[in-house]
């Protein structure tokens, strides 16, 4: 098992940027990929943003490729999501999602607002 604890959210203007964090916790090793989600109402489902596999490589939604930027820090157990040039479809309350053989762990979330 794994815990995820986000952080980095809050209030940007469009055109900002933020960075978001993903704290990992447990059995980081059997991870086979990270993925970030984000949810814009309490309605909708949770869409897919970015993935980081075990390996590094990256995908991203189409909506966020050249503005978002997934990385990961194996020494701090650590993914971030880079994100810039922000727009007010950003926001959403962002979560990450760690993937161990058929089973996800989720963090909490963590709220992006981008509002002039």
């Known amino acids: 098992q794994v815990q995820l604890v986000e952080s980095g959210g809050g209030l940007v203007q469009p055109g900002g940027s933020l960075r978001l964090s993903c704290a990992v916790f447990g059995n980081v090793s059997s991870i086979s990929y990270i993925d970030w989600y984000r949810r814009q109402t309490p309605r909708q489902q949770r869409e897919w943003v970015a993935q980081i596999t075990k390996r590094g490589t990256t995908f991203y939604e189409d909506a966020v490729k050249g503005r978002f930027t997934i990385s990961r820090d194996n020494l701090q157990n650590t993914v971030t999501l880079q994100m810039n040039n922000l727009k007010p479809e950003d926001t959403a309350v962002y979560y990450c999602?760690?993937?161990?053989?058929?089973?996800?762990?989720w963090g909490q979330g963590t709220q992006v607002t981008v509002s002039s």
């Open positions: 999602n760690a993937r161990i053989s058929e089973s996800g762990y």
